[in-house]
């Protein structure tokens, strides 16, 4: 979007804020004696890596340096780290949305907090279903826009790619007809699971600096397996980073967690992930193969380019949310699997969300999930 105009998104007070100066912003090296810390270190019966009696960067640049390198941006400027993605959607609609005025758009079925971040903040939701046709879960373009224009104080619609729980990249059509649209909030695109996508459509990182009103949303928590360290990215114009810098907590990334990060970030951590993506992927296809031969499943529905698949619980032939709320209890209560039920979402109908595990997991899976279906029959 050529003339869109950050200032008129933003609230003006964000735009006014003089935010906190850390005690790192000066000077990191030296006796350090001006942020009233314990001199004599932390009280641990061990002792662990890093300064823990020292506050962090509050900017981990050194983090930053090696996602720049992984996700080939341009500057760590591009980049904004928090505590998950989750402080992200909230920062994001506290920083643009003005509580009880502005409004955000999301496009069902979709990730629950987007929901619970603006509800929190006082802010309308207004819903734009995607095009769940056969299971297709791609944007309703005529319906979005038409939203756009019924709801002009719209400041960020969130579109997740690979969504959740629909396990499916929206299509860069889609996206780039949404961001060169007259629509003058935020686009922000929730790519959680888009190292799980094997095929040319994933990332639009790399979009940012030619979209200055876009927003990807990245995490360590999935594809590198840390979802214990909470670490969120936002890759954005560095205009729209630099104001996320001054809202957030000043120091919200914690040394242990940027350490883990960095571990997992280098060349060495870079390949390990690469290594159980690809085997995740491999175990991904093994399910969708299996589940088509089961008695009482249905269609795997949407695209599959996750780390789980969505799979229709039958009964009579038919998509049913009885019979799946069945077995999903049945497998938790008493088979020792846990999955997730998310048949009451707008589109999937009767779905288990089964998070693609270990080899012998799926195997367990498969034996125990044969077994709540003929219980349930």
């Known amino acids: 979007m050529s003339n869109f105009d950050l200032t008129k998104v933003i609230r003006p007070n964000i735009l006014a804020l003089k935010p906190y100066r850390c005690a790192r912003d000066d000077y990191s090296e030296g006796i350090l004696l001006d942020a009233n810390e314990n001199a004599y270190g932390p009280s641990l019966t061990s002792t662990p890596k890093g300064d823990l009696n020292r506050y962090p960067d509050p900017y981990q640049v050194q983090v930053k340096e090696r996602l720049l390198k992984l996700r080939k941006l341009s500057s760590v400027t591009n980049l904004f780290l928090g505590v998950g993605s989750d402080e992200v959607i909230d920062l994001l609609i506290r920083i643009a949305c003005v509580p009880t005025k502005d409004k955000i758009v999301i496009t069902p079925p979709t990730y629950g907090m987007y929901s619970v971040c603006a509800q929190i903040n006082d802010v309308e939701v207004v819903k734009s279903p995607l095009n769940v046709k056969d299971g297709a879960y791609q944007l309703d373009l005529d319906n979005l826009f038409s939203a756009f224009k019924a709801n002009p104080e719209t400041k960020i619609v969130f579109l997740c ?4 729980p629909t396990g499916t990249c929206l299509s860069h059509d889609s ?3 949404v961001l ?4 003058k909030g935020l686009v922000v695109v929730d790519e959680a699971y888009i190292d799980f996508v094997d095929h040319a459509e994933g990332s639009v990182a790399n979009w940012v600096n030619r979209y200055p009103n876009l927003v990807v949303m990245q995490t360590l928590s999935k594809s590198f397996g840390l979802a214990g360290i909470r670490l969120g990215i936002a890759i954005g114009h560095p205009d729209l980073i630099q104001i996320l810098n001054n809202t957030k907590a000043p120091y919200n990334i914690g040394t242990p967690s940027a350490l883990i990060a960095k571990d997992a970030l280098s060349d060495e951590g870079i390949a390990k992930m690469y290594d159980y993506r690809k085997r995740l992927i491999a175990q991904r296809n093994v399910l969708i193969n299996k589940v088509k031969d089961v008695e009482g499943l249905g269609r795997v529905l949407g695209g599959n380019d996750a780390n789980f ?3 229709e619980v039958l009964k009579d032939g038919k998509a049913n949310n009885e019979r799946a709320v069945k077995v999903y209890s049945m497998m938790a209560e008493k088979l020792g699997v846990v999955v997730r039920f998310r048949g009451t979402e707008y589109g999937c109908e009767g779905c288990l969300r089964i998070t ?7 195997v367990k899976l498969m034996d125990m999930l044969q077994k709540a279906l003929e219980a349930t029959q």
């Open 309 to 311: 698949i969505l799979v």
């Open 161 to 164: 790619s690979p969504g959740n």
């Open 175 to 177: 996206i780039r007809a």
């Open 356 to 362: 693609v595990g270990t080899e012998e997991e799926n």
């Open 180 to 183: 060169e649209s007259d629509y």
